[in-house]
């Protein structure tokens, strides 16, 4: 029995299974097929001359290798320290002894340029050196923007986690909302070179969710990880199914996700090396969920039933915020006993008044953004959608200051209850009621 063909790595040429998508020794992630220079026909990786003309592809190959060697080796040799936030590398420092050998769940992120070497052959090396240090810049920070972090970069892209060294419980949501950042920011970095360069730069990205162990933390925060199952290998896999600026993700991510982003369905498929069928989701935007209590309405709310003495309380604040006596209630209890449940009560019973009611609220992830609940809350007030354009949403805004300013409020007014008991009031005593109410119902 003949044994089993070797692979070898563009970068180093160490003899790698054939089965293996990165090279152990230099980290260099191994080409998935070879397209030829002269015709453009796509050939597998193990083809020496094109399929489609003859021509070989050894020696364009290595030529490619070669000419973005240098970045490579920059980034792979640069301490993870030099690129990580001042706040996270001091958290990870400070705990390392107990995170030291933790088993964490985590969601990995895969991200590349889609069609590297045929861009690369377009460009000079020094030109192409900067459109890829551009590239990982603009990675690096998406990852550290929702508490990521870059684990290796892959040559054309990266590999992130989310989860790990610390530890989050929405590391699949802060993976979702960094993948959207990323796409965005990528698209106006591609919009730039199409202009300047003519080159069609695109990302595609991959993601999965699943257990790692943490390894030794150097001092300078280089870090060991072992993946448990196939966690990072089915996040690769994602990315190479991608299509480019399309961001792929598998059901183990998808199912921490549902309802929080916008999800397509795209059904089963069999990946070389998994036993089952896995479902594969596209993703396509944020979902209209931001809290578990709105997951938790999607599927039907249980009968409210006691809180009768806080009930009592709460009411007796809207009483008197109503008669001009704005009010802050403060509800703090222990995780899971209902502080939300008995806030959105008191929303409801507001709205069946008729009370104007805006809600907003934080999340563990937004908090590297100055005033996001504040952010929320104009947002929520203005009837702001985060689709339109800031032309668009600076157009409501001004429409909805005029109308607060003139006498009379008009229905199509923020401040203003549309269905409010009092409409004979004045304009001027009508958002007073409705400030005060949104006070009591917001806090």
């Given at each position: 029995?003949?044994?089993?063909?070797?692979?070898?790595?563009?970068s180093c040429d160490s003899a790698l299974p054939p089965d293996a998508l990165f090279c152990g020794r230099c980290g260099e992630r191994l080409a998935q097929e070879r397209s030829c220079a002269g015709c453009g026909r796509s050939n597998p990786p193990d083809m020496r001359f094109c399929?489609?003309?003859g021509a070989p592809l050894e020696a364009r190959a290595a030529q490619?290798?070669?000419q973005d060697r240098p970045l490579r080796d920059a980034l792979r040799d640069r301490a993870p320290r030099s690129y990580t936030p001042k706040h996270l590398a001091d958290r990870i420092l400070a705990s390392r002894s107990a995170l030291e050998g933790e088993r964490k769940q985590v969601t990995v992120l895969f991200a590349d340029v889609k069609g590297s070497m045929e861009l690369a052959?377009?460009?000079?090396?020094?030109e192409w050196h900067q459109i890829l240090e551009r590239f990982f810049e603009i990675l690096t920070e998406g990852v550290h923007r929702f508490d990521g972090t870059v684990n290796q970069y892959t040559g054309d892209g990266i590999m992130a986690l989310f989860g790990a060294p610390i530890a989050h419980e929405d590391h699949a949501q802060r993976a979702c909302f960094a993948a959207l950042g990323l796409r965005e920011a990528v698209g106006r970095y591609a919009d730039e070179l199409r202009v300047a360069k003519g080159l069609n730069f695109s990302v595609r990205m991959g993601m999965n969710s699943g257990e790692v162990v943490v390894g030794k933390i150097g001092d300078d925060l280089r870090m060991d990880y072992t993946a448990q199952g196939h966690t990072v290998g089915l996040a690769q896999r994602m990315e190479q199914l991608a299509a480019p600026e399309k961001v792929l993700l598998t059901e183990h991510t998808a199912r921490l996700v549902s309802g929080y982003l916008a999800l397509r369905d795209l059904g089963e498929t069999t990946l070389k090396g998994a036993k089952a069928k896995l479902h594969v989701f596209e993703l396509e935007g944020i979902g209209t969920a931001r809290t578990r209590l709105d997951i938790s309405r999607a599927r039907g709310l249980s009968k409210f039933v006691g809180r009768a003495d806080e009930t009592r309380q709460i009411e007796a604040a809207l009483e008197r915020a109503l008669a001009g006596q704005g009010q802050v209630i403060g509800v703090v209890a222990e995780p899971g006993t209902g502080k939300s449940r008995l806030c959105f009560e008191l929303a409801e019973r507001c709205r069946a008044r008729g009370i104007s009611v805006r809600f907003t609220t934080g999340v563990p992830?937004?908090?590297n953004v100055p005033f996001l609940p504040v952010i929320e809350l104009l947002r929520d007030l203005y009837e702001l959608d985060e689709r339109e354009s800031p032309r668009a949403q600076r157009n409501k805004i001004a429409g909805a200051v005029r109308c607060c300013s003139t006498a009379s409020s008009s229905p199509a007014c923020p401040c203003s209850s549309t269905s409010s008991p009092s409409r004979t009031r004045s304009g001027r005593a009508r958002r007073s009621q409705a400030r005060s109410a949104n006070a009591a119902c917001s806090a």
């Open positions: 029995m003949s044994p089993a063909p070797e692979t070898r790595c563009p399929l489609g003309c490619l290798s070669k052959e377009s460009q000079g090396p020094e992830h937004g908090k």
